[in-house]
């Protein structure tokens, strides 16, 4: 039987849309209590931005899971502000994070997907740089708490361009 492409990827794509709707809305086992997993993980985002604000490393190797690996973003920006890194961190680095969406999948896993805002102090400058980013953040329960265990981080902006604060 002949049948238009377009009809079918019309149905593909609705059948797409259905099952990650799905995906995201509630977590896969109905009895994982959402929001105070939730609050963990706020919680773990916390006390990460307050140990990279004190470059306390000791502290944000005690925060990841042991097989933590990230993807830094490598544009201009982000390039120019590695050079200015005496150590593994420019002088003066912050980090503002604004999650968009927490998402838990189950007992053991969760990503987390939003942005960011970079801040450093480059020697002899008047002001802050401040360089926004993009995250994909996937979470695995180590020892009975979250931990980072993946980061994808972009300078490109989201879908919807950056958040009004950026």
Known sequence: MYRKAGSIGG???IALTVVAACGQSEPYDPAIDTAAETEQIDQLREDFVVAIAAQDFGALAALSNPEFEQ??????????????????LPPGYSLDITPKEIVVIDE???????TTIVS????????????????????KKHEG??????EVASASAPPGGWP???
């Open 11 to 13: 149905v593909m794509a």
């Open 71 to 88: 993807t830094l973003p490598g544009g201009p920006e982000h390039l120019k502000m590695y050079e200015f890194a005496a150590g593994p």
């Open 108 to 114: 053991e896993w969760a990503y987390e997907y939003g």
């Open 120 to 139: 450093y102090q480059p020697d002899g400058a008047d002001s802050p740089q401040r360089i926004p980013n993009t995250y994909l953040m996937i979470l």
């Open 145 to 150: 708490r979250w931990t980072p265990y993946r």
């Open 164 to 166: 009004s604060s950026e």
